[in-house]
């Protein structure tokens, strides 16, 4: 069965460091998202991609976040200069006729 | 906007019992409305999702959903719980396109004793 893959699976870094979060939807997908879970609390909607443009993101997702698709395969989630408050479990998902298939979630742990 | 509201922070239940995990949402249109689970350290897997036509869903691991558009409610059931589906769950609603973001609720966190 087709998955969404994640990597790296947890990553810890040093504050103003920069991150890259890296995704591979299933394959026939189009419409491609990043979720934040910090720790003990819901899963929050930060961004949707499509067409190789960003078509919303919430008020989450600053100057400090930023997506793309490099090669047609990979979608990244990139932060510029992490904050401790970035320490959170981030879900790629991309959709397909309705349904959102997540990624297992790559932990990232901000020092 | 759509919202997802789920009253119940923490639940336990004995293993065998029924369970019921209460969802409800506001959004203007029909939504389209899912539970998802979610296990310590692990990613959110599809129990089930309502789009249209019955309202009585079901969905994998014996677990099934009745939506009441008069209630703006989204409840998952299941009949009798095992000791492995102790996991958070989380109600997600989605506005209605085909390809638009889901939006969570807060997450049930569900407990199971011996």
């Known amino acids: 069965e087709p998955e969404v893959t994640q990597t790296p699976s947890h990553q810890v870094t040093q504050m103003g460091q920069e991150v890259i979060l890296r995704c591979v939807p299933i394959s026939n997908h189009l419409y491609f998202y990043w979720y934040r879970q910090i720790l003990g609390q819901k899963v929050e909607f930060l961004v949707s991609?499509?067409?190789?443009?960003?078509?919303?993101k919430s008020e989450i997702f600053d100057d400090q976040f930023s997506v793309e698709r490099p090669d047609g395969s990979n979608f990244t989630l990139k932060i510029r200069s992490t904050k401790l408050e970035d320490s959170a479990m981030y879900f790629c998902a991309s959709i397909y006729n309705i349904e959102a298939f997540f990624g297992q979630g790559t932990r990232l742990t901000v020092v | 906007a759509q919202s997802v509201t789920q009253p119940d922070i923490h639940i336990t239940v004995s293993e065998g019992a029924s369970l019921e995990l209460r969802c409800n949402y506001s959004y203007g249109a029909t939504p389209y409305l899912f539970w998802y689970v979610q296990s310590p350290g692990q990613g959110l897997q599809l129990l089930l999702k309502?789009?249209?036509?019955?309202?009585l869903v079901q969905g994998i691991k014996g677990f099934e959903a009745e939506f009441k558009r008069s209630q703006s409610s989204f409840n998952l059931r299941k009949p009798s719980v095992h000791w492995s589906d102790a996991a958070e769950y989380f109600c997600?609603?989605?506005?209605?396109?085909?390809?638009?973001?889901?939006?969570f609720g807060p997450g049930t966190s569900l407990s199971v004793i011996p």
């Open positions: 991609f499509y067409n190789n443009e960003i078509s919303e």
């Open positions: 997600a609603v989605g506005r209605g396109t085909s390809y638009d973001k889901v939006i």
């Open positions: 309502y789009f249209s036509g019955d309202t």
